[in-house]
């Protein structure tokens, strides 16, 4: 069955701190491994995706990386703010299903405290 | 644009009452889907409509649910009668077809069936 395991499954870390969230997953062969920030009261919102080809991909303080051979991901905060506080969903699809089948893990709710 | 739209926000029934959630999709968008996310599963597809034809309704827990799509703008997932194992959060989320299968999601119906 295709899973896809995250952890911590919460966290809490001092603003201007560092965090590493993970992401393992068994989906094989899988098409794009995507994360998603999901604020308190709100929808999913994408930050990056890479394909299963791509090893590291960063969007601003935010940087996942990729190991296709050990099936994990890691979302890397840098200098955490007030406003990373969240949950992080990571989503992986198939080949060819598009949005269609994607498997969600079920988050790591980061806490950034003053 | 204004986004993925859904109403009502939060949702408060007593168990057996009808529940209609109402989505409207990002504007040219031709995939629709519902999800339902709970601390214990996390987010889990119920369906998926494209160019509003039904795809895959496999995710919808039971014949209480139900979902339609009457035009491209417009969507509606009915639980009739409630039950309070569906408290959740509902969300709809649209993408336009093509191989990057980024989700547009809305702000979630919070549902409280007491």
């Known amino acids: 069955k295709n899973q896809v395991e995250q952890s911590p499954q919460s966290l809490i870390i001092l603003e201007g701190k560092n965090c590493t969230l993970q992401?393992?997953?068994?989906?094989?062969?899988?098409?794009?491994l995507r994360w998603y920030k999901q604020d308190t009261g709100r929808g999913p919102v994408s930050l990056t995706i890479?394909?299963?080809?791509?090893n590291t991909k960063s969007n601003g303080r935010y940087t996942a990386t990729l190991d296709a051979d050990t099936k994990q991901s890691s979302l890397h905060i840098t200098a955490s703010q007030l406003s990373d506080s969240a949950s992080y969903i990571c989503?992986?699809?198939?080949?060819?299903?598009?949005?269609?089948?994607?498997?969600f893990g079920k988050g790591t709710k980061l806490s950034v405290i003053p | 644009d204004a986004g993925v739209i859904q109403s009502p926000r939060h949702e408060v029934t007593e168990m057996g009452q009808e529940v209609t959630l109402r989505c409207k999709p990002i504007s040219g968008h031709n995939s629709l889907f519902w999800y339902r996310q709970t601390m214990m599963r996390g987010l889990e597809l119920l369906i998926y409509f494209n160019n509003n034809v039904p795809i895959d309704d496999s995710g919808m827990p039971e014949d209480r649910f139900s979902a339609k799509m009457p035009n491209a703008s417009f969507s509606t997932l009915k639980i009739q009668p409630s039950e309070p194992r569906d408290s959740a959060v509902y969300f709809c989320a649209s993408n336009a077809d093509g191989r990057d299968e980024k989700l547009f999601f809305g702000s979630g119906t919070q549902l409280s069936v007491l």
């Open positions: 890479m394909t299963f080809s791509e």
């Open positions: 989503v992986v699809s198939l080949p060819g299903a598009g949005s269609y089948q994607l498997t």
């Open positions: 992401c393992n997953y068994t989906v094989s062969p899988f098409s794009n």
